[in-house]
């Protein structure tokens, strides 16, 4: 069989990751590892056994796939290129820094038929795949994505680097489209929003309460919705679900709540998001999670800050917005 020749382009913290998952996948062949930073490059390279490049042309006719890590504002630009050239793309999420970037992959993937998915890792979380089997008209969310504050991902804003996740998952689950957005954040320790919550209003008439922060004390990856007669809790980080079902005993008798705990088989997420991306290559069948879904989450990611900076403005407080997110 032959293997797929893969690479990775930008081996940052996430990328490095994808570059050790590639390595041990029997299917591919890692004819090399391209970052800007040469010292990197080297390093990676020389942990996974692989080349190094510093440029990403460098790479063109050697690798038919590869994975995108780049900083956000590169996605479009290279991503566009890499697929003019007849490469697969697994570009980290979110997909792009504006809608308009997205939908110029979108519109390269589809020109020169090439996969394009996005790195929306819970979507293969397995205690996501088995809440959504369960789901039964969910009527509110309430999500909390916390973290420690780390130097990665500075170039976007909490809301694009983490909230981002929650939000696919939100709209996957709801399949319906939004009605109102308000959300309020502040930036505390970087140059842009570190702390943002969001409640997003759907036409259904489902809420969802999200809120995200970079600069927690504590590590805390909770998504909880409810449903008629039915509460359920997913702990991300430990991949498993507690459900709360209302039931009748007995006629007559109060209602009792009824807890029970479901752990899936666990999985690294990552992993499972790649081995699909590359099913889908050998395939030529839509991925999993597709472009299209990326760039409603990132509509959405969007709206959140929009409303963010119109909080912001109406109470007069110090935030310095970045000329992209100016009016």
Request: proline share 5%; charged share 25%; aromatic share 6%.
């Amino acid at each position: 069989m032959n293997k797929i020749k893969v690479a990775v382009v930008g081996v940052g913290y996430l990328g490095r990751q994808h570059v050790r998952i590639y390595s041990q996948l029997n299917t591919v062949e890692l004819v090399g590892v391209v970052d800007k930073n040469p010292a990197i490059a080297e390093s990676v390279a020389r942990e996974f056994h692989t080349v190094s490049y510093l440029n990403y042309e460098e790479i063109l006719g050697k690798a038919s796939v590869i994975s995108l890590a780049v900083p956000t504002t590169e996605h479009s630009r290279i991503g566009c290129h890499l697929i003019s050239q007849g490469v697969d793309v697994l570009v980290e999420k979110p997909i792009a820094s504006s809608v308009a970037e997205a939908e110029a992959l979108i519109r390269s993937s589809h020109d020169h038929q090439r996969v394009l998915q996005v790195g929306h890792l819970e979507r293969f979380n397995p205690a996501v795949i088995e809440a959504r089997k369960m789901l039964n008209n969910p009527l509110f969310f309430e999500v909390h994505r916390l973290g420690v504050f780390t130097s990665r991902s500075l170039d976007i804003d909490v809301v694009l680097d983490l909230m981002i996740h929650d939000l696919d998952i939100v709209l996957d689950f709801v399949r319906s489209p939004v009605k109102t957005v308000s959300a309020v954040g502040l930036p505390i320790l970087s140059s842009k929003l570190d702390i943002a919550n969001a409640r997003i209003e759907f036409a259904n008439g489902c809420v969802a309460n999200l809120t995200a922060s970079r600069v927690s004390s504590e590590k805390v990856r909770k998504l909880r919705f409810f449903q008629p007669s039915e509460y359920l809790s997913i702990d991300y980080s430990r991949q498993d679900i507690l459900v709360m079902s209302v039931k009748s005993i007995k006629q007559g008798e109060m209602p009792a709540i009824v807890p029970r705990k479901i752990d899936p088989p666990k999985v690294e997420p990552l992993r499972a998001e790649i081995e699909s991306f590359l099913k889908s290559v050998e395939s030529r069948r839509q991925p999993e999670v597709t472009a299209e879904e990326s760039k409603l989450a990132l509509e959405l990611g969007q709206r959140v800050v929009e409303k963010i900076r119109e909080h912001a403005q109406i109470l007069h407080l110090p935030v310095s917005w970045p000329r992209s997110q100016q009016a």
